[in-house]
Nanobody
Framework: QVQLVESGGGLVQPGGSLRLSCATSGFTFSNYVMSWYRQAPGKERELVASITSSGGSTNYADSVKGRFTISRDNAKNTVFLQMNNLKPEDTAVYYC????????WGQGTQVTVSS
């Protein structure tokens, strides 16, 4: 069946780093644009970063530019989000999304940035 499984979240101090992974199965990963979204308590879900199906183009929210990097491995059907210099305002549940002729969401992974 179709699955997106995020991992790599956790508690980190300000200035620290985390690497999120989204392992997928059940669909042709290389045909899908992949994105990371996040949702903080009381706020709407927002786009963090996206990457084209080939990996040739990326897009970032202004708030994470220069700190986060999205990448994908089409051989392993996995998309990553490297997050550096984390700030308390990055605290949220992070979701992986696959988009093509349909949209598929993962279940999310919690990222908490706190001292």
């Amino acid at each position: 069946q179709v699955q997106l499984v995020e991992s790599g979240g956790g508690l980190v101090q300000p200035g620290g780093s985390l690497r999120l992974s989204c392992a997928t199965s059940g669909f042709t990963f290389s045909n899908y644009v992949m994105s990371w979204y996040r949702q903080a308590p009381g706020k709407e879900r927002e786009l963090v970063a996206s990457i084209t199906s080939s990996g040739g183009s990326t897009n970032y929210a202004d708030s994470v530019k220069g700190r986060f990097t999205i990448s994908r491995d089409n051989a392993k059907n996995t998309v990553f989000l490297q997050m550096n210099n984390l700030k308390p305002e990055d605290t949220a549940v992070y979701y992986c999304k696959a988009a093509s002729w349909r949209v598929i969401w993962g279940q999310g992974t919690q990222v908490t940035v706190s001292s």
